[in-house]
């Protein structure tokens, strides 16, 4: 495990507050931070050596260290605990609510008491929030959808590709306007020549006489 180096060149003293009682022989390094909150106190007996940057913080009960204990540097120990005689706790260990027993020893890095956060007898746990009603229960895709509907188109079972073909000439026939007769026609429609009966008995003086005089009836 990795261990952060600790800086060497703690020059301030020592910061004491609070209900802290501290033996006249006791030896503390520079940048250690003993600190008891209200109602709290901590109790350093004879022989105990605190290193460099350590941090004692009292609450909610004692700090007790005995005899002899080694405090290692940049140890930090918080709540309430004892140190019994002659213990050693390595550099960078935290201690949190925990006691340790008569000459025990303490690895360096170390965690050492209860690290989770108790539930209180009374905690209720949130309600479970009301989702908030939509306009409709139709999704959005269901709406779209229903906006248009195409009509269905019905084709004749009966009817092959021919008729179909032949209603549609048919109908685009009807659908044509009249054309005008072309000059042929009209030309034709004009003059119609009066029909000329011959007699049988009639002689070829005879036809000449009539047609002439067929002729002189139409132009005037």
Do not use: W
């Not at 949130?126 to 989702?131: A, E, H, L, V, Y």
């Not at 269905?152 to 026939?173: K, L």
């Not at 429609?189 to 029909?195: E, F, N, S």
Request: with cysteine; proline share 10%; hydrophobic share 35%.
């Amino acid at each position: 495990m990795y261990l952060p180096p600790i800086e060497s060149n703690c020059n301030y003293e020592p910061f004491v507050s609070g209900d802290v009682t501290i033996a006249p022989d006791v030896a503390i390094a520079p940048g250690a931070i003993l600190q008891a909150a209200p109602d709290s106190r901590i109790a350093i007996a004879s022989g105990v050596c605190i290193g460099m940057g350590a941090i004692i913080h009292a609450y909610n009960g004692t700090i007790e260290i005995e005899e002899g204990a080694t405090i290692g540097a940049g140890v930090l120990i918080v709540g309430k605990a004892k140190i019994a005689a002659k213990a050693c706790i390595g550099s960078l260990t935290t201690v949190l609510n925990c006691d340790l027993e008569p000459e025990q020893t303490v690895a360096a890095g170390s965690i050492l008491g209860d690290t989770s956060r108790k539930v209180s007898e009374n905690f209720q746990p949130s309600p479970t929030p009301i989702p908030i009603p939509t306009p409709t229960n139709v999704e959005v895709g269901t709406r779209y959808n229903t906006f248009i509907q195409p009509k269905p188109v019905s084709i004749p079972e009966t009817s092959g590709a021919a008729d179909i073909e032949e209603e549609m000439t048919t109908s685009i026939d009807s659908e044509e306007e009249p054309q005008p007769p072309s000059m042929e026609t009209r030309y034709n429609t004009l003059i119609q020549p009066k029909p000329i009966s011959i007699p049988e008995t009639s002689g070829a003086a005879d036809i000449e006489e009539e047609i002439a005089t067929s002729i002189d009836s139409e132009e005037e």
